[in-house]
């Protein structure tokens, strides 16, 4: 991360309907985070597909600040998928969590 200074706002989505942001519900999880911690431990999941996204909030507004459309803030995704114009589709972010120690480590990316 480019800086510990706000939250980190992380969607773990377990379908594309809810993915990236988590705003529909659908079984989603959305956790708010001190960035300073840089890690987060979720316990409980079921088994299933799944996908995560993570936005660095900086100044902790609740979302992800753009500039012309352009992401001014920190993000990253499970997987660490190409990004194009927008957030990569579910799939491209989709990992398998089997019950087991699953981990998903998220390269945060920074574009402005």
């Given amino acids: 991360m480019r800086s510990s200074r706000g939250l980190l706002q992380v969607c773990i989505a377990p379908a594309p309907s809810v ?8 079984g ?13 431990r979720v316990t409980g999941l079921a088994p299933g597909d799944y996908a995560v996204a993570v936005i660095h909030d900086a100044n902790g ?3 992800l600040d753009t500039m012309m459309g352009i992401p001014r803030e920190g993000f990253g995704f499970s ?15 989709q990992f398998p ?3 087991g120690s699953d981990r998903q480590e998220v390269r945060m990316r920074y574009l402005l």
Avoid: E
């Avoid at 993915?19 to 659908?26: L, N, Q, T, V, Y």
């Fill in 19 to 26: 993915f990236p942001d988590c705003r529909d519900g659908g």
């Fill in 28 to 40: 989603a999880i959305k956790r708010s985070i001190p960035a300073s911690a840089g890690q987060l």
């Fill in 61 to 63: 507004n609740g979302k």
């Fill in 79 to 93: 997987r660490n998928p190409a990004i194009g114009f927008g957030p990569p589709r579910f799939t491209a972010a």
């Fill in 97 to 99: 969590l089997t019950g």
